[in-house]
């Protein structure tokens, strides 16, 4: 497996795994409107904060492939 590749499925890995995080917040924070907790242990803005860093890992790594290709064909 070449490096191009475990990009490839690390970011789309990161950016599910983002979204994921992101719909469960929302999930979450609309549950506390209507006074449920579902996820006692963590507030909705700690699910949020963990999108985020994900996605900021997505973009790092899209960055990078963009980089490579630009050195390849100048």
Do not use: K, N, T
């Given at each position: 497996m070449n490096l191009e590749k475990l990009?490839?499925?690390?970011?789309?890995?990161?950016?599910?795994?983002?979204?994921l995080l992101f719909a469960l917040a929302l999930f979450e924070r609309t549950a506390i409107e209507f006074d449920l907790r579902f996820f006692r242990a963590t507030q909705p803005v700690t699910l949020m904060e963990t999108a985020v860093v994900l996605l900021v890992f997505v973009?790092?790594?899209?960055?990078?492939?963009?980089?490579?290709?630009l050195k390849r064909n100048p």
């Open positions: 990009e490839s499925v690390v970011s789309r890995v990161f950016f599910l795994g983002a979204f973009i790092a790594i899209q960055l990078r492939a963009i980089r490579e290709v």
